[in-house]
């Protein structure tokens, strides 16, 4: 935490968030240098760098308030509030628990994809962690990727960043070896999560591996106050259901569940050998 407050600024007063929450998050912990990045960044430049105006966003994307920000992830103040959030969603240790998809991998992957990369937090770390493999993040939000990229480049990692569906890429068949999403499913109705790791399926070669990385489905069913705390219109239905049993019945191989962090759990799985696509 940072050891003094930032200085609210008549600029940074039009940035912050309307929500109470959010807004107390915001001032705790984006120092002010960041803060001052944002204010004079331009974003819509930035966001033009990724955006794809062939892309129709989906219903389920631009019809809810995600974390309580009006029109979800298509501003500027979700973008810049998401990684403080995150931090206190995964309490005690965010670090820790990306660290743990990371530990999961097997051997040393070439070509990974990351899905919905956001802000660019697991992506960074997977290229970081093998600096030979060329690492893809694709995103619905340019303003997300303009994060991304920015930290990227902080990090002295070079990433291909996407604006892009996770559900319907352009990728062509079996052409990575590792596909990640990270704190994505909670995010879509489960329907859509389920054609995702379809998507991943076909996207693996075969006895390639897919990791998913989010909320614990277990716990959040026995927290619905924790759901409601962060204002998450998908994260009901995801808890009621098991990721582990999405990826049996679309026949991925090895499929397993670890428990991490507080409230975190990690799905692991690999494609078979016998099936294509
Ligand atoms: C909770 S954030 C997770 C970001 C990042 N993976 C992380 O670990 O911090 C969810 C992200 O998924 C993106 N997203 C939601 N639905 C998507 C979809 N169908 N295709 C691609 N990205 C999507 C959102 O724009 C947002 O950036």
Redesign the pocket.
């Given at each position: 935490m940072p050891a003094c407050l930032p200085v609210l600024t008549s600029s940074t007063a039009e940035f912050l968030p309307k929500q109470q929450l959010l807004r107390l998050i915001f001032r705790l912990f984006v120092g002010r240098q960041r803060q001052q990045w944002y204010e004079t960044l331009d974003w819509e430049k930035e966001c033009d760098r990724f955006r794809d105006p062939s892309l129709t966003y989906?219903d389920?994307?631009i019809s809810q308030n995600?974390h309580g920000i009006q029109g979800?992830?298509l501003n500027a103040i979700a973008a810049t509030t998401?990684?403080p959030v995150?931090t206190i969603a995964s309490l005690p240790d965010e670090t820790y628990v990306?660290r743990q998809l990371i530990a999961a991998i097997d051997g040393h992957p070439r070509h990974i994809l990351?899905?919905?990369?956001?802000?660019?937090?697991?992506?960074i770390l997977l290229k970081q962690a093998f600096p030979e493999a060329d690492v893809t993040g694709?995103?619905?939000?340019p303003y997300?990727l303009a994060i991304a990229h920015h930290r990227a480049q902080a990090a002295h990692v070079t990433l291909n960043l996407q604006h892009?569906?996770?559900?319907s890429t352009d990728f062509s068949s079996n052409c990575f070896d590792l596909v990640t999403?990270?704190?994505?499913f909670?995010?879509?109705p489960p329907n859509?999560a389920q054609n995702?790791l379809r998507e991943a399926r076909r996207l693996l070669q075969p006895g390639g591996q897919v990791l998913i990385?989010d909320g614990d489905q277990r716990k959040l069913r026995r927290m619905p106050w924790l759901i409601d705390l962060f204002r998450e219109p998908y994260s009901k239905v995801y808890a009621a259901e098991h990721t582990e049993t999405w990826l049996k019945t679309l026949d991925f191989d090895a499929v397993t569940t670890d428990r991490i962090g507080w409230i975190q759990q990690l799905n692991g799985a690999i494609k078979r050998h016998e099936s294509m696509n």
């Open positions: 989906p389920y994307y995600f979800g992830y998401y990684d995150t990306r990351d899905l919905g990369c956001g802000t660019g937090s697991s992506t694709i995103d619905l939000s997300m892009s569906l996770a559900e999403a990270s704190f994505l909670h995010e879509m859509i995702v990385l």
